[in-house]
């Protein structure tokens, strides 16, 4: 196990090939700075590329998973203290960290504890496995502050994961929903104490690292792309083009011959 600094608003702890990534700023409750936005966008660009990581464990340290966006950082600094040279400025410079995690080929699983407001929230549900602590509780706060509830992706993931009746209410009127109702309308996949949070991912993680490489990375694509797919047929495509491309690689082989010899596999990095 090694530990890695770059950041000031993140802790980077890598365990072997999988990065426990922290927000860091319980004395804020981890509001998004813009620092952290700067950070989050790098860590999340930089993995693209990175083979060394297969899986990626999202946190909170503190009291609380994140409470959304910095508003006195905002109000304090002005809007222009934060200049992005992108279209819409710190809107689409924060809005791109959210694609850069579905864009990144490693299974991000979430740790939720207390409140995950906002673009707290939205880390959430860009994430792909979601796990809650019994003190989780979510809600798209965007639209108790003035704005719409759509934003940071909202729109998009959370009429996926939970239909679009519970997104309509959870949207229209900011309320909160709690661990239990989140584990029962399919928003996580389990609910555990919070301090059984770590070990309650480590069984995902576990069963992640036995997959091959490519294999993981490819279902990762390709359920993103199924989702939107116009048809089955443009899913199946996909489908068939991603087992033609593994079917013939060493590791495909590998899993096929270890499966009949009714032994573990033994992947290489590919």
């Known amino acids: 196990m090694s530990t890695a600094q770059p950041y000031r608003t993140l802790l980077i702890e890598k365990r072997g090939r999988t990065d426990w990534l922290t ?24 993995l693209y590329d990175d083979r060394s990581v297969r899986v990626v464990v999202m946190r909170g340290a503190g009291r609380a998973f994140c409470a959304g966006l910095d508003i006195k950082q ?21 809005a791109e960290v959210y694609v850069r995690m579905r864009r990144c ?33 979510m809600n798209a706060a965007f ?16 009429p996926r994961l939970v239909g679009v009746s519970v997104a309509s209410e959870l949207m229209l009127t900011g309320r909160f929903i709690h661990a239990s109702r989140a584990l029962a309308t399919g928003l996580v996949s389990e609910v555990v104490p919070d301090d059984q949070l770590s070990a309650a991912a480590q069984p995902y993680v576990d ?34 083009r991603n087992q033609a491309l593994i079917s013939s690689t060493p590791n ?5 011959r270890a499966f009949l010899e009714r032994r573990p596999p033994v992947y290489t990095d590919d």
């Open 23 to 46: 927000l860091n700023r319980p004395d804020a409750l981890n509001a998004i700075s813009v620092e952290m936005v700067r950070e989050l966008g790098d860590y999340f660009a930089r």
């Open 207 to 240: 069963e992640m690292l036995a997959a091959s490489p490519a294999g993981l990375r490819m279902t990762k694509e390709g359920l993103s792309l199924a989702i939107d797919a116009s048809s089955l047929e443009a899913a199946m495509a996909i489908e068939n």
């Open 105 to 137: 080929p490693q299974p991000i699983i979430t740790l939720v504890h207390g409140p995950a407001c906002g673009g707290g929230f939205a880390f959430v549900l860009a994430s792909d496995i979601r796990i809650a602590g019994e003190s989780a509780r």
């Open 252 to 256: 495909g082989i590998e899993g096929r």
């Open 74 to 94: 905002r109000v304090t600094e002005g809007h222009e203290a934060a200049p992005f040279g992108r279209g819409f400025g710190y809107q689409g410079a924060l």
């Open 143 to 158: 639209i108790r502050i003035g704005l719409s509830a759509c934003d940071m992706g909202v729109s998009y993931f959370l």
